[in-house]
């Protein structure tokens, strides 16, 4: 059944065959398992632990405890990559990425990967299926923190088009965009979780350092900014630590606009953008400068997107992609590994 999809080469039931990870895999008389096996995807360079499970509720059940046994430890990742890949009277772990897209992906397979965390979400285009358990269910989608699980299945979004939001929600299709009436309330917003602004300075100075380039190059009414502040150490006996830029904006196509021009330019010599230069993160009339990748991640958790110009930019699957309010960017929360 799994060659269906993918190649299994070298089958064996040997419980010590070495191909089966040490820890962490459960065998025969586990789980309502009566056998074990492993064999080898040549395709995609991984391997595959099956399972056969006659009693596939039985399974699941043992697979949902152990879920919630791992929840409940503070284990927050929990499924949210799953590589567990259910079928009718069998089930199986794909070691590699490329395997469980290959058994998944296709129209015509039945088989789903098993996912018992309800916080795991599952982008539109792709199947959310009941499992045999409450607390379950079954996808067709491959989740992973390197981009390298399902492809993309939508086309960018543009919320603007797409009807009214209902009371108290965004519109349909995205998931909003953070916005405030001030530098204090985005402060407010952002700070102390995200970003660090214990200390703060509201200034239209141009202030920048050898490790942190702001995106904003010159006075900030010029780029549609109304007001503007940096958080972090200044430099002075000592060196600059920590700087990351707040704004509030009045004209969100011309800060696009400009950043855009200045991305695509500091991309043009060698396709990557300066270690030091900041990333702009966008919501409705707020934005965030940072060349952190953590402050970015939380931004990422507050609904901020990320403006990317890269010619042919796409986001995996299960990641946001929307239309900037400039020609040839998208916004999102997607950022390719360096």
Same mark, same amino acid.
């Given at each position: 059944?799994?060659?269906?999809?993918?190649?299994?080469?070298?089958?064996?039931?040997?419980?010590?065959?070495?191909?089966?990870?040490?820890?962490?895999?459960?065998?025969?008389?586990?789980?309502?398992?009566?056998?074990?096996?492993?064999?080898?995807?040549?395709?995609?360079?991984?391997?595959?632990?099956?399972?056969?499970?006659?009693?596939?509720?039985?399974?699941?059940?043992?697979?949902?405890?152990?879920?919630?046994?791992?929840?409940?430890?503070?284990?927050?990742?929990?499924?949210?990559?799953?590589?567990?890949?259910? @079928?009718?009277?069998?089930?199986?772990? *794909?070691?590699?990425? $490329?395997?469980?897209?290959? %058994? #998944?992906? &296709?129209?015509?397979? !039945?088989?789903?990967?098993?996912?018992?965390?309800?916080?795991?979400?599952?982008?539109?285009?792709?199947?959310?299926?009941?499992?045999?358990?409450?607390?379950?269910?079954?996808?067709?989608?491959?989740?992973?923190?390197?981009?390298?699980?399902?492809?993309?299945?939508?086309?960018?979004?543009?919320?603007?088009?797409?009807?009214?939001?209902?009371?108290?929600?965004?519109?349909? @299709?995205?998931?909003?965009?953070?916005? *405030?009436?001030?530098? $204090?309330?985005?402060?407010? %917003? #952002?700070? &102390?979780?995200?970003? !660090?602004?214990?200390?703060?300075?509201?200034?239209?100075?141009?202030?920048?350092?050898?490790?942190?380039?702001?995106?904003?190059?010159?006075?900030?009414?010029?780029?549609?900014?109304?007001?503007?502040?940096?958080?972090?150490?200044?430099?002075?006996?000592?060196?600059?630590?920590?700087?990351?830029?707040?704004?509030?904006?009045?004209?969100?196509?011309?800060?696009?606009?400009?950043?855009?021009?200045?991305?695509?330019?500091?991309?043009?010599?060698?396709?990557?953008?300066?270690?030091?230069?900041?990333?702009?993160?966008?919501?409705?009339?707020?934005?965030?400068?940072?060349?952190?990748?953590?402050?970015?991640?939380?931004?990422?958790?507050?609904?901020?997107?990320?403006?990317?110009?890269?010619?042919?930019?796409?986001?995996?699957?299960?990641?946001?992609?929307?239309?900037?309010?400039?020609?040839?960017?998208?916004?999102?929360?997607?950022?390719?590994?360096?």
């Amino acid at each position: 059944h799994v060659q269906q999809y993918t190649s299994c080469e070298n089958l064996s039931t040997d419980p010590n065959d070495s191909r089966v990870p040490l820890s962490g895999f459960i065998g025969a008389g586990d789980w309502g398992i009566t056998e074990r096996g492993v064999c080898t995807d040549k395709k995609a360079r991984g391997e595959i632990v099956l399972f056969l499970t006659p009693d596939m509720k039985a399974f699941q059940q043992a697979a949902k405890d152990h879920a919630a046994k791992l929840l409940a430890e503070g284990r927050g990742d929990t499924d949210l990559a799953s590589r567990t890949v259910v @079928g009718k009277t069998f089930a199986l772990t *794909a070691l590699g990425t $490329a395997t469980a897209v290959s %058994l #998944v992906d &296709p129209p015509n397979s !039945d088989l789903r990967i098993l996912t018992c965390n309800p916080d795991v979400f599952v982008p539109e285009g792709f199947k959310k299926e009941k499992a045999l358990v409450e607390g379950c269910f079954l996808t067709d989608y491959v989740n992973s923190p390197d981009g390298q699980g399902s492809p993309h299945r939508g086309a960018v979004r543009d919320p603007s088009t797409e009807g009214a939001a209902k009371p108290g929600q965004p519109s349909t @299709g995205s998931l909003g965009l953070p916005s *405030a009436g001030s530098i $204090a309330e985005l402060k407010q %917003l #952002v700070s &102390p979780h995200t970003v !660090d602004c214990t200390s703060m300075t509201v200034t239209d100075e141009h202030i920048q350092s050898i490790d942190y380039m702001p995106v904003v190059d010159g006075p900030p009414s010029a780029w549609g900014v109304t007001q503007r502040a940096v958080c972090g150490q200044l430099g002075g006996e000592r060196r600059a630590h920590n700087l990351n830029w707040l704004d509030t904006v009045s004209d969100m196509k011309t800060l696009q606009t400009k950043a855009k021009a200045a991305q695509l330019a500091d991309l043009k010599d060698d396709g990557r953008l300066k270690a030091t230069a900041s990333k702009l993160l966008v919501g409705t009339n707020i934005a965030v400068e940072t060349n952190n990748a953590n402050v970015r991640r939380g931004l990422y958790q507050l609904q901020f997107l990320y403006l990317n110009c890269e010619t042919g930019f796409t986001a995996p699957a299960g990641y946001r992609l929307e239309k900037a309010q400039v020609e040839g960017c998208v916004l999102t929360n997607y950022e390719r590994p360096s």
